[in-house]
T-cell receptor, first 114, second 112 residues
Framework: GDSVTQMEGPVTLSEEAFLTINCTYT??????LFWYVQYPGEGLQLLLK?????DKGSNKGFEATYRKETTSFHLEKGSVQVSDSAVYFC?????????????FGTGTRLTIIP | DAGITQSPRHKVTETGTPVTLRCHQT?????MYWYRQDPGHGLRLIHY???????DKGEVSDGYSVSRSKTEDFLLTLESATSSQTSVYFC???????????FGPGTRLTVL
């Protein structure tokens, strides 16, 4: 079945550092890929998405490129801020017939230190 | 953003009592989902609905039931709450199975 493997956390960075959170997936077909962000005490919010190979999703300075050849969708940001402290989830749409659920990674907790 | 509300936002109850959580959406999305989130377990799907009166089980459905009598409302019921059901519960909706999901603010449930 489909699966998502995310970088183990927690991740702690200093403000203005470069961020990469790795996400790789296993799927039989061609899923759409998402990054969600969860700020403390809140629900998940869609951060960005990509629907086909080589698409780049971007939002709020974050970027991720759908790499079919490496089955990856790594999240990057050039200069993080304290306000980026949150939990980040990678997810993909189903590719198996009869499966009607998103597959989520386990989440990566990011803490940015001033 | 999809308009998704959950009620109550916080609840404390005792073991053995029934509890119903409500999810309400204003986006006319076909699909609705209930998840629970626990430390070390990420998000786990409890039940989902693919239309009015159409529901199916997720990976952790034991001890939970759901109902959807209207497009906009999806109810999650714990028939007899147990301490292991202490968690944060999130509702989500989506236009279609291949679309992104939109999440509600969550309900924090404590079973004593």
């Amino acid at each position: 079945g489909d699966s998502v493997t995310q970088m183990e956390g927690p991740v702690t960075l200093s403000e203005e550092a470069f961020l990469t959170i790795n996400c790789t997936y296993t799927a039989t077909g061609y899923p759409s890929l998402f990054w969600y962000v969860q700020y403390p005490g809140e629900g998940l919010q869609l951060l960005l998405k990509a629907t086909k190979a080589d698409d780049k999703g971007s939002n709020k300075g974050f970027e991720a490129t759908y790499r079919k050849e490496t089955t990856s969708f790594h999240l990057e940001k050039g200069s993080v801020q304290v306000s980026d402290s949150a939990v980040y989830f990678c997810a993909l749409t189903p590719t198996n017939f009869g499966n009607e659920k998103l597959t989520f990674g386990t989440g990566t907790r990011l803490t940015i230190i001033p | 953003d999809a308009g998704i509300t959950q009620s109550p936002r916080h609840k404390v109850t005792e073991t053995g009592t029934p509890v119903t959580l409500r999810c309400h959406q204003t986006e006319n999305h076909r699909y609705m989902y209930w998840y629970r989130q626990d430390p070390g377990h990420g998000l786990r799907l409890i039940h989902y609905s693919y239309g009015v009166k159409d529901t199916d089980k997720g990976e952790v459905s034991d001890g939970y039931s759901v109902s959807r009598s209207k497009t906009e409302d999806f109810l999650l019921t714990l028939e007899s709450a147990t301490s292991s059901q202490t968690s944060v519960y999130f509702c989500a909706t989506s236009f279609g199975v291949y679309n992104e999901q939109f999440f509600g603010p969550g309900t924090r449930l404590t079973v004593l």
